[in-house]
């Protein structure tokens, strides 16, 4: 259904989304890479001149550099597969037959309607703190030392703490996709004399391929860019130092923009690394 | 599949299932219990469940320390605001991407997304001075502005994924029965889409709500929202918990029975339409 | 007024080319019907016609006016689509006003209007359901109703019967016929149903791979096809067409028997063959039978009365007068 006047149509309705998102990437994108070849200290005179590839070297030669890289990778890869895996488990529960399951759905979907700063908070205070927190009483209740999570297993924590924010997404989109599986497959599956086990492989599993890889996609655009968890949580300390935070440390805490712009440059590098990855599996699962 | 389950299992699936959901809720359902327990009860050893004496003088104590109506009111603004521009800017963009299809549109479609992988700590400070020049640091125009754009893949997104259901057949009755490109978009597929219309709409109001990098960092005492409201409970006052509890309790319930009424809504638009 | 001519015009999409340049006229008034193999071009041609695809060559004449470049809305072209395309939000009565709307016709003549059509489509108790609250037929009406409306110039349907059951499929193809006989304004139907276009076409427009195989009337289709692919298309069951041999002892390449002109005898005949199955309609049995060289199965439609079952021999003699021949290129020789 295309002609002439529809297709010049259809490109000026679609002009403005792209224009401006053309603009939003292409303006700040432009005047990072202009600052990282710069000296550029705002409270310390300002803009110092060009410095070639210096702030890029120092990034990657500070020691923080490959820790943060690491981090990174440890909290999306460790949430991924968390919410993954529990979410296939709480979806297969959550769609058996059973009384008020609307009810379950929405305390499960909850905590993904708590924003970050919240959850963060009340994590680290309600729940991690060593001396008042729940899982501290629960620690001493078994006979336990109390763990000092966000210093003694700061990783840990905020694995912990986003997977919680972010189960809800990875159950609910599954439970869909788990309820769209035609039934008469599994009874056929059935008369053909394949146990449930064998039936969640080769029938479910694969039929939340489609699902999966979504989760995944939406989860790990979310995930690179965390930020308020650490923010609230140990300000970067105890090696929960992401990309995102050691750059926001150089702009904003030592207010070095060069270096931070250079250190930008990389985690745009690295996102768009990840980006390509996904970009292909998606555009492949979006075909069918 | 009309199949008698034993009730048995269906008592243990519930069990289990309510279970499950009790504690992956409790961290709120805490949160609301604390906010309203005195400071000393809050951090009782061994904590009290229910058994305390309700009060309300921690919502009170929070209202007199912050105008908790001036952060609220800035986050109604900045989730409405930007939910509202994006979608009149995604609308005439998905009508294109779902209507009028070509070779590139599921590229522009890929870009639009990947421009929200681009990490914004990269780009902070080229937008804080910005922000400076153009005289919008710290205003609520210049966060919808920003969260406008940040979520504008994912409503562009969202409205293609429902647009598509429609049959284009239905645009091009519209077309032969003489509408123009206006009515066609305003009297025939706004009409159709409303209910996947509000679904991206809700769930842009809930991502703009919950943003904490931009809110956090373009704000400062004129336009903060609620993210900067709780923000700054996290220095050492935050170890008064049942203040922080009633904090955290007024920054999210708004947000929460809105997402509570629309999840079925929410979760079919989520799926980016690979999932039915 | 509703005379549409197609001046050499020509369709690609890409590098493919699904229409090559042709020229048609269709007459006001007349009811003509494309058809042809699913993925022959004819709904193309239509969506060309309505404006809904642009032509990659050639000009379009509405009322002798050049249309090629007028944009669907203003040609005076009314649709009836396939899925009905009706608007699922407006009830019955804004489905039908839709097009007045647009047009900017009078609120008091727009009801007029509605009432009109919906007395003689019998929709006057469903004006105010929606879409979804009716049946298959009742939603061809409305899109019939919508359609009638505007008064256009020409109706332009799109295969509309095809998601109908086979009953009300019949009852349908007589609403429209009826309609046209009122209305008496120009309509094209598109449709892949050759009995359709039989019993409903003023004029038949047989198309294959994007060209226009025959043009003429249903019976000028039947009696004289033009070649192979008409013969074998119009008419049910197909027509038999045997090679080889018996064509030879015609002087041609392919001879061509519909089977309704076999003479069937149990004791002599031309060709002596076995009955394979034998499909008993109650007024007709369609015999399936083997062993006539050059043709295999051969069909033979027979009186409903005649005892005959699997595995029996019959002698089968074919009425000469009514006998089609075709050269080596398959086109028609007489």
């Given at each position: 259904?295309?002609?002439?006047?529809?297709?010049?149509?259809?490109?000026?309705?679609?002009?403005?989304?792209?224009?401006?998102?053309?603009?939003?990437?292409?303006?700040?994108?432009?005047?990072?890479?202009?600052?990282?070849?710069?000296?550029?200290?705002?409270?310390?005179?300002?803009?110092?001149?060009?410095?070639?590839?210096?702030?890029?070297?120092?990034?990657?030669?500070?020691?923080?550099?490959?820790?943060?890289?690491?981090?990174?990778?440890?909290?999306?890869?460790?949430?991924?597969?968390?919410?993954?895996?529990?979410?296939?488990?709480?979806?297969?529960?959550?769609?058996?037959?059973?009384?008020?399951?609307?009810?379950?759905?929405?305390?499960?979907?909850?905590?993904?309607?708590?924003?970050?700063?919240?959850?963060?908070?009340?994590?680290?205070?309600?729940?991690?703190?060593?001396?008042?927190?729940?899982?501290?009483?629960?620690?001493?209740?078994?006979?336990?030392?109390?763990?000092?999570?966000?210093?003694?297993?700061?990783?840990?924590?905020?694995?912990?703490?986003?997977?919680?924010?972010?189960?809800?997404?990875?159950?609910?989109?599954?439970?869909?996709?788990?309820?769209?599986?035609?039934?008469?497959?599994?009874?056929?599956?059935?008369?053909?004399?394949?146990?449930?086990?064998?039936?969640?492989?080769?029938?479910?599993?694969?039929?939340?391929?489609?699902?999966?890889?979504?989760?995944?996609?939406?989860?790990?655009?979310?995930?690179?860019?965390?930020?308020?968890?650490?923010?609230?949580?140990?300000?970067?300390?105890?090696?929960?130092?992401?990309?995102?935070?050691?750059?926001?440390?150089?702009?904003?805490?030592?207010?070095?923009?060069?270096?931070?712009?250079?250190?930008?440059?990389?985690?745009?590098?690295?996102?768009?690394?990840?980006?390509?990855?996904?970009?292909?599996?998606?555009?492949?699962?979006?075909?069918? | 599949?009309?199949?008698?389950?034993?009730?048995?299992?269906?008592?243990?699936?519930?069990?289990?299932?309510?279970?499950?959901?009790?504690?992956?809720?409790?961290?709120?359902?805490?949160?609301?219990?604390?906010?309203?327990?005195?400071?000393?009860?809050?951090?009782?050893?061994?904590?009290?469940?229910?058994?305390?004496?309700?009060?309300?003088?921690?919502?009170?104590?929070?209202?007199?320390?912050?105008?908790?109506?001036?952060?609220?009111?800035?986050?109604?603004?900045?989730?409405?605001?930007?939910?509202?521009?994006?979608?009149?800017?995604?609308?005439?963009?998905?009508?294109?991407?779902?209507?009028?299809?070509?070779?590139?549109?599921?590229?522009?479609?890929?870009?639009?997304?990947?421009?929200?992988?681009?990490?914004?700590?990269?780009?902070?400070?080229?937008?804080?001075?910005?922000?400076?020049?153009?005289?919008?640091?710290?205003?609520?125009?210049?966060?919808?502005?920003?969260?406008?754009?940040?979520?504008?893949?994912?409503?562009?997104?969202?409205?293609?994924?429902?647009?598509?259901?429609?049959?284009?057949?239905?645009?091009?009755?519209?077309?032969?029965?003489?509408?123009?490109?206006?009515?066609?978009?305003?009297?025939?597929?706004?009409?159709?889409?409303?209910?996947?219309?509000?679904?991206?709409?809700?769930?842009?109001?809930?991502?703009?709500?919950?943003?904490?990098?931009?809110?956090?960092?373009?704000?400062?005492?004129?336009?903060?929202?609620?993210?900067?409201?709780?923000?700054?409970?996290?220095?050492?006052?935050?170890?008064?918990?049942?203040?922080?509890?009633?904090?955290?309790?007024?920054?999210?319930?708004?947000?929460?029975?809105?997402?509570?009424?629309?999840?079925?809504?929410?979760?079919?638009?989520?799926?980016?339409?690979?999932?039915? | 007024?509703?005379?549409?001519?197609?001046?050499?015009?020509?369709?690609?999409?890409?590098?493919?080319?699904?229409?090559?340049?042709?020229?048609?006229?269709?007459?006001?008034?007349?009811?003509?019907?494309?058809?042809?193999?699913?993925?022959?071009?004819?709904?193309?041609?239509?969506?060309?016609?309505?404006?809904?695809?642009?032509?990659?060559?050639?000009?379009?004449?509405?009322?002798?006016?050049?249309?090629?470049?007028?944009?669907?809305?203003?040609?005076?072209?009314?649709?009836?689509?396939?899925?009905?395309?009706?608007?699922?939000?407006?009830?019955?009565?804004?489905?039908?006003?839709?097009?007045?709307?647009?047009?900017?016709?009078?609120?008091?003549?727009?009801?007029?209007?509605?009432?009109?059509?919906?007395?003689?489509?019998?929709?006057?108790?469903?004006?105010?359901?929606?879409?979804?609250?009716?049946?298959?037929?009742?939603?061809?009406?409305?899109?019939?109703?919508?359609?009638?409306?505007?008064?256009?110039?020409?109706?332009?349907?799109?295969?509309?019967?095809?998601?109908?059951?086979?009953?009300?499929?019949?009852?349908?193809?007589?609403?429209?016929?009826?309609?046209?006989?009122?209305?008496?304004?120009?309509?094209?139907?598109?449709?892949?149903?050759?009995?359709?276009?039989?019993?409903?076409?003023?004029?038949?427009?047989?198309?294959?791979?994007?060209?226009?195989?025959?043009?003429?009337?249903?019976?000028?289709?039947?009696?004289?096809?033009?070649?192979?692919?008409?013969a074998?298309?119009?008419?049910?069951?197909?027509m038999n067409l045997i090679?080889?041999?018996e064509?030879?002892?015609h002087?041609?390449?392919t001879i061509g028997i519909r089977p309704e002109h076999l003479d069937?005898?149990?004791?002599?005949?031309a060709w002596?063959?076995?009955?394979?199955?034998?499909?008993?309609?109650?007024?007709?049995?369609?015999?399936?039978?083997?062993?006539v060289?050059?043709c295999?199965?051969m069909t033979a439609?027979?009186?409903?009365?005649?005892?005959?079952?699997?595995?029996?021999?019959?002698?089968l003699t074919p009425q000469l007068?009514k006998l089609h021949k075709?050269?080596?290129?398959?086109?028609?020789?007489?």
């Open positions: 259904m295309a002609t002439q006047h529809s297709r010049s149509a259809a490109r000026l309705m679609m002009a403005p989304a792209v224009v401006l998102l053309l603009g939003w990437m292409l303006v700040p994108l432009t005047m990072t890479l202009y600052f990282s070849f710069r000296k550029y200290l705002p409270l310390r005179g300002g803009d110092l001149g060009w410095v070639g590839f210096d702030n890029y070297v120092r990034f990657v030669s500070s020691s923080s550099f490959w820790p943060s890289v690491m981090t990174t990778l440890i909290i999306v890869g460790g949430v991924l597969a968390i919410t993954v895996i529990l979410g296939i488990g709480l979806a297969v529960l959550l769609n058996q037959p059973m009384w008020g399951q609307g009810m379950v759905r929405i305390l499960v979907i909850a905590p993904f309607f708590v924003m970050p700063t919240v959850s963060a908070l009340v994590w680290k205070n309600m729940f991690m703190d060593p001396n008042y927190g729940l899982l501290a009483h629960l620690w001493e209740l078994f006979g336990a030392t109390p763990v000092e999570w966000l210093s003694q297993a700061s990783l840990t924590s905020i694995v912990m703490i986003v997977s919680w924010q972010w189960l809800p997404f990875a159950t609910l989109i599954l439970l869909t996709a788990i309820q769209s599986l035609d039934s008469e497959q599994l009874e056929a599956a059935e008369m053909d004399g394949a146990p449930a086990s064998k039936r969640f492989a080769f029938i479910t599993l694969p039929h939340l391929g489609r699902a999966i890889t979504v989760v995944i996609l939406i989860q790990t655009i979310f995930l690179l860019s965390i930020f308020a968890e650490i923010f609230v949580t140990t300000g970067g300390a105890f090696g929960t130092k992401t990309l995102t935070y050691l750059i926001f440390q150089r702009v904003l805490e030592s207010q070095n923009v060069g270096l931070g712009s250079a250190g930008g440059v990389y985690a745009i590098i690295l996102a768009n690394i990840v980006a390509i990855f996904l970009m292909r599996i998606v555009g492949k699962n979006l075909d069918a | 599949m009309a199949r008698n389950v034993t009730q048995q299992r269906k008592i243990i699936n519930t069990a289990a299932a309510w279970a499950v959901g009790l504690l992956i809720f409790f961290p709120i359902l805490w949160t609301i219990l604390t906010s309203f327990k005195t400071e000393a009860q809050a951090i009782a050893d061994p904590p009290i469940f229910l058994g305390f004496d309700w009060t309300l003088e921690n919502y009170q104590a929070v209202l007199e320390r912050s105008n908790y109506s001036r952060f609220l009111w800035n986050s109604i603004i900045i989730a409405g605001g930007s939910t509202i521009l994006g979608i009149i800017i995604a609308v005439p963009a998905a009508w294109s991407m779902a209507f009028v299809p070509s070779k590139r549109t599921k590229d522009i479609l890929l870009w639009m997304l990947s421009t929200k992988m681009l990490p914004a700590v990269g780009v902070l400070y080229p937008i804080y001075l910005l922000f400076i020049s153009l005289g919008i640091l710290d205003s609520k125009i210049g966060l919808v502005i920003v969260l406008m754009l940040i979520n504008l893949p994912i409503i562009v997104w969202m409205l293609y994924t429902y647009f598509k259901e429609i049959p284009g057949e239905i645009l091009e009755a519209a077309r032969m029965d003489g509408a123009s490109l206006k009515d066609e978009v305003l009297y025939v597929l706004t009409p159709m889409a409303i209910p996947g219309i509000a679904s991206t709409m809700l769930l842009n109001v809930i991502l703009a709500w919950n943003e904490a990098f931009w809110t956090l960092n373009l704000t400062a005492a004129k336009a903060a929202p609620l993210t900067a409201f709780i923000a700054s409970y996290s220095s050492p006052e935050g170890l008064f918990y049942a203040k922080l509890s009633a904090a955290s309790t007024m920054a999210i319930a708004p947000i929460l029975i809105l997402g509570w009424f629309s999840q079925k809504q929410l979760v079919s638009g989520l799926t980016f339409g690979a999932v039915k | 007024m509703g005379q549409i001519r197609l001046n050499k015009v020509s369709k690609r999409f890409g590098e493919v080319e699904v229409i090559p340049p042709l020229d048609l006229t269709i007459e006001d008034g007349e009811f003509t019907v494309f058809v042809g193999p699913s993925g022959c071009g004819k709904s193309t041609l239509l969506r060309l016609i309505a404006g809904l695809e642009d032509i990659t060559s050639g000009h379009i004449e509405i009322d002798g006016a050049d249309a090629t470049n007028v944009p669907p809305a203003k040609r005076g072209l009314a649709m009836v689509f396939q899925s009905y395309a009706l608007y699922p939000h407006m009830s019955v009565r804004k489905n039908i006003a839709f097009p007045m709307r647009m047009a900017g016709v009078p609120a008091d003549e727009q009801a007029r209007r509605i009432e009109a059509a919906a007395k003689a489509l019998n929709l006057t108790d469903y004006l105010d359901r929606r879409p979804g609250q009716l049946s298959g037929g009742q939603r061809q009406r409305v899109a019939i109703g919508r359609a009638i409306v505007r008064e256009p110039s020409a109706f332009l349907f799109d295969e509309p019967l095809s998601n109908l059951d086979a009953a009300l499929r019949v009852g349908m193809r007589m609403e429209i016929s009826e309609l046209h006989k009122k209305l008496a304004t120009t309509m094209i139907y598109v449709t892949h149903d050759q009995v359709e276009a039989m019993t409903m076409a003023d004029r038949i427009v047989v198309l294959r791979a994007g060209f226009i195989e025959q043009v003429g009337s249903p019976l000028e289709l039947y009696h004289k096809p033009c070649n192979e692919f008409v074998g298309f119009i008419g049910s069951p197909k090679k080889g041999a064509a030879a002892k002087g041609v390449a069937v005898s149990s004791s002599e005949g002596k063959a076995t009955v394979g199955i034998a499909e008993h309609l109650g007024s007709d049995t369609f015999l399936h039978i083997h062993g060289e050059g295999d199965p439609r027979v009186d409903g009365e005649l005892p005959v079952k699997h595995g029996d021999t019959i002698y007068d075709f050269d080596a290129q398959g086109l028609r020789v007489d």
